[in-house]
């Protein structure tokens, strides 16, 4: 009795459905010989057009060669050819995540003093503790960093102040990011090292939280961080090598094979270069640049590369910039205002006829467009913008994308169609951050991060992680289009729209391809495509949707190659 199942639909719109017991297999072409590796007795989801699901594959120089029953693909083999039996486990295309800050999160696991993230500490009273063990030890001079702090999972449900920290670290710079990247809190001894009083211009796209008597709190939000961040002490030359190293390793063990890589200071692209050059980078990236000013875009494109310059393994990827900023730091630009910010509309880090500007020249020197926006006011004026860019310069599919899309309505979810724009969505954060959009009222609730509606509409959506806004490994996020859970209240979001395990597999493998210019290349297992795959440890098409958090993943190929095992306990 074969267990296979298909479905057919089409690639990017609507619902499929897998039917049970009916069989598809792509028949091996007439060049089906002298596999280097056949993989046999494996469930292949393969993710073609047809969901199809084979139980045997062949490889020959890095590339799938074929896929089909045991029998077919025994054909491929030729003398030297390797078998691997896979005993029925389940094999899925490499995972893609098209939107990640992976270096900066490793440099972080690598220079930090403290860990005030969850789950490590749940009050602002047990980093305040972690801090005065530092700072009673510190050197003179040295400074006490960290990052990952989230108020909404913290006792005292509030921000940190300077004056928390100042109570045990009264001479040591003391400088701790939030977990959205999107503010920070410095003490007074940093305020001081960075010449920040109450009298200090607010920078713009940015904000320096003040007390009730106009002095600073120690908080600084999206633009204002640079402030402190300009004089922090320099990094040690070799981190951004090490960090490479360290993303490699933990992309490849959740089972991604191709991250993008975003807001990439130079230091970090060097580091992925060399790692290449030597030839010991095993993961595929594509590396973004961050854009922030028409100057930096006459920059940009003045430097004559552009999106997919690279090979198979490193490449130019789209270019970053930001409309607005983060729901926990209250600087998303919205049009009506959340519950308790009254005439908090929010921030718009550019001036429409700048972004406009900016975004024109980099799509006129080739360069794919990513804009973080996360409320409806910016993703309108990124929506303006992209039309005016399209039109101006004839483009007719740019594939421009809005990397987050957080609060998007039927009206916004309307010209997204319309103007064939993709979302890099963040399914992960409806349990992380699930908290927060309560405070948008239920209506926009409704529309936060929805999936459903994305496929409903034939809009081409991909799940990302945006670590270390969220953990590194894709399961969160499958698990969370599929569940849609909230952490803290146990709450199902807008259950109308979770989606099929199958459709959440699509969001981490062809349709991220697609975003990428990578649809031929990667995001389904299907001949002359790279053979990146993953085996994991259950039938991810028929577990219990909770386990969908908990898939191991045992063993990871790029291009053929096993990277990476998991360790077998004894
Ligand atoms: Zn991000």
């Not at 992309?251 to 992925?272: F, Q, S």
């Not at 095993?282 to 999106?307: D, F, H, I, N």
Request: glycine share 8%; hydrophobic share 45%.
């Amino acid at each position: 009795m074969r267990r296979f199942f298909s479905g057919a639909a089409p690639l990017f719109a609507g619902l499929f459905l897998l039917v049970p017991d009916a069989l598809v297999y792509a028949k091996p072409n007439g060049d089906c010989r002298d596999a280097d590796l056949i993989l046999r007795n494996a469930k292949i989801v393969t993710m073609d057009p047809a969901r199809s699901v084979a139980s045997s594959l062949a490889i020959r120089n890095q590339r799938i060669l074929a896929t089909g029953s045991n029998a077919d693909i025994a054909a491929c083999a030729g003398p030297r050819t390797q078998t691997l039996d896979l005993q029925g486990h389940t094999v899925l295309p490499g995972l893609i995540d098209i939107h990640t800050h992976a270096i900066e999160w490793a440099k972080n696991l690598l220079r930090n003093d403290v860990d005030p993230g969850y789950p490590k500490v749940h009050s602002i009273a047990e980093i305040v503790k972690a801090i005065g063990e530092q700072a009673a030890s510190a050197p003179k001079g040295k400074w006490i960093r960290g990052a990952g702090w989230d108020e909404s999972k913290l006792a005292e449900h509030r921000y940190i102040t300077r004056k928390d920290l100042d109570a045990v670290a009264p001479n040591t710079p003391v400088w701790l990011e939030h977990f959205t990247g999107h503010l920070g809190v410095a003490n007074t001894r940093a305020l001081e090292l960075a010449h920040l009083t109450r009298d200090t211009p607010t920078p713009s796209g940015g904000v320096i939280d003040k007390d009730d008597a106009g002095e600073p709190t120690g908080v600084l939000k999206d633009n204002a961080q640079s402030l402190v961040q300009a004089v922090l002490p320099p990094d040690p030359p070799d981190l951004a090598l090490k960090a490479v190293r360290l993303v490699t390793q933990k992309a490849l063990e959740v089972g991604l094979t191709t991250i993008h890589d975003i807001c990439l200071p130079a230091d970090a692209m060097r580091a992925y270069q060399q790692a290449r050059q030597e030839g010991w980078l095993k993961l595929r990236v594509q590396m973004a640049p961050l854009v922030s000013s028409v100057t930096e875009a006459q920059a940009q494109a003045a430097a004559g590369v552009y999106t997919g310059f690279g090979d198979d393994y490193l490449k130019l990827g789209a270019v970053k910039m930001f409309a607005d900023g983060g729901m926990a730091a209250k600087t998303i630009a919205v049009y009506e205002p959340a519950a308790g910010e009254p005439g908090n509309l929010g921030l718009l880090i550019w001036r429409p006829e700048d972004m406009q500007k900016a975004q024109h020249i980099l799509a006129a020197a080739g360069w794919q467009l990513e804009t973080h926006a996360i409320g409806d006011r910016a993703m309108d004026e990124v929506l303006d913008s992209y039309q005016s860019v399209m039109k101006d310069l004839g483009l007719k599919e740019p594939r421009f994308r809005i990397v987050h899309a957080g609060l998007s309505t039927p009206a916004i979810q309307k010209r997204l169609r319309e103007l064939h724009v993709l979302v890099d969505g963040n399914p992960a954060f409806v349990y992380w951050l699930g908290a927060f959009f309560s405070k948008y009222g239920q209506q926009r609730v409704r529309w936060a991060y929805p999936a459903k509606s994305y496929f409903d509409n034939g809009i081409v959506a991909a799940g990302t992680s945006d670590v270390p806004v969220t953990p590194i490994s894709p399961w969160w996020g499958i698990w969370a289009l599929v569940a849609r859970r909230e952490m803290q209240s146990g709450q199902i979001l807008a259950p109308e729209e979770r989606v099929t395990v199958v459709q959440a597999l699509q969001m981490y493998t062809c349709n991220p391809a697609y975003s990428g210019f990578e649809e031929n290349q990667k995001g389904s297992l299907e001949p002359g495509k790279l053979a990146d795959f993953i085996v994991v440890d259950r039938d991810v098409l028929h577990v219990p949707t909770d386990e969908l958090k908990v898939v191991q993943v045992l063993k990871t190929f790029v291009g053929g190659e096993l990277v990476f095992t998991k360790a077998v306990p004894r």
